[in-house]
């Protein structure tokens, strides 16, 4: 495993979509890895594939140190309710904001070796899920700020 630089605010990559995993390999798992190893480093919750400056559609999310979720080919299939909440991102340093986001989302997504899982997840694992999947369709939090 090894740490990756977090692609900051400005570069174009973070505003790109993302292009379809299709090899489920050692260099996906080791990305994974790393994306995890990057991530705890950086004290965040979340990271997306872009924000190491890949165009894949991967994410993982840890909101309690415990329960590690790799997404690959996330798809929200589901999502109901709204809570408001602050955010922030590593890919935006020093800013953060109020964004709504679903209190409950169902999430279709393959693991590194392309088995398919059904997420249930709601509060902060479902603010997780929506910013990080938000990402790999080139979208970040500052573009979803409300009052």
Partial sequence: MATRGIVKLGESILRAKSREVVDFNDKLACLIDDMFETMFKANGVGLAAPQVGLLKRVCVVCVDGV?????????????????????????????????????????????????????????????????????????LFIDKLVD
């Fill in 67 to 139: 329960m590690k979720y790799e997404l690959v080919n996330p798809v929200i299939v589901k999502s109901s309710g709204t809570q408001i909440g602050q955010e922030g991102c590593l890919s935006v340093p020093d800013r953060n904001g109020n964004v709504a986001r679903p209190k409950k989302m169902t999430v279709e997504a393959q693991d590194r070796n392309g088995k398919k899982h059904v997420y249930q997840v709601s509060d902060f694992e479902a603010v997780a899920f929506s910013h990080e999947i938000d990402h790999l369709d080139g979208v």
